[in-house]
């Protein structure tokens, strides 16, 4: 059964608009934690952002922010004033007893 | 600074060789896993491990197995490469069950022909 569901292959947002990419994930253990990573052309995967299921208040790290909702297993990453530099692709994570990774969802900035 | 370090970037192989791809951490992780990544798949878990000696199997252990002799190192083997095992492959490690980010590697792009 698939853990994490990202339902947007690909999206485009104007430079200094804020983007919304969502996630769905699935699981039955209380305690379990939420990732975002983004995976620029070049490959390498770079971590953005955490949230554990604990947590009460939706975690933020500068233009990133999680809105975590918890009932409806969402939780879904907020990136602020895009810039050129955000074009990439965004993985949604979650860790319970192992690590899975939603498909991805490819971003596209434009000026 | 945690650095995860990969034995190859590019890979060719023959079908029906086998392959090796290492991977070596030097933070003193418990826990390690190798992912492949494909196109509109995203990341799928092969197999990980918790501590040395020990694997599970993760969404997709077919057609691989997993190594780990020593805490550092966590090898993938394709006992006899196919074409549909030609991939991106990632391994990543993480402290231990309380830690939350993972360290990827920088990939290993296999093509098998």
């Known amino acids: 059964a698939q853990k994490i569901t990202q339902t947007q292959p690909g999206m485009f947002v104007q430079e200094k608009e804020a983007v919304t990419l969502d996630c769905t994930y699935d699981?039955?253990?209380?305690?379990?934690?939420l990732f975002w990573y983004k995976q620029p052309s070049s490959g390498e995967m770079i971590f953005l952002i955490y949230?554990?299921?604990?947590?009460?208040q939706n975690a933020t790290e500068g233009r990133y922010s999680l809105n975590f909702q918890k009932a409806r297993k969402s939780a879904n990453l907020v990136i602020s004033a895009s810039q050129l530099g955000d074009s990439a692709m965004y993985f949604c994570?979650?860790?319970?007893?192992?690590?899975?990774f939603g498909a991805g969802t490819t971003v596209t900035v434009r000026a | 600074d945690v650095k995860v370090t990969q034995s190859s970037r590019y890979l060719v192989k023959r079908t029906g060789e086998k392959v090796f791809l290492e991977c070596v951490q030097d933070m003193d992780h418990e826990n390690m896993f190798w992912y492949r990544q494909d196109p509109g798949l995203g990341l799928r878990l092969i197999y990980f491990?918790?501590?040395?000696?020990?694997?599970e199997k993760g969404d997709i252990p077919e057609g691989y197995s997993v190594s780990r002799e020593k805490k550092e190192r966590f090898s993938l083997i394709l006992e006899s490469a196919s074409t549909n095992q030609t991939s991106m492959y990632l391994c990543?490690?993480?402290?231990?069950?309380?830690?939350?980010?993972?360290?990827f590697g920088p990939g290993t792009r296999l093509t098998v022909t």
């Open positions: 994570a979650m860790r319970d007893l192992s690590l899975s």
């Open positions: 699981t039955s253990d209380p305690s379990y934690g």
């Open positions: 491990s918790y501590d040395v000696k020990m694997k």
């Open positions: 949230q554990g299921s604990y947590d009460q």
């Open positions: 990543a490690s993480t402290e231990g069950a309380s830690s939350y980010e993972q360290y």
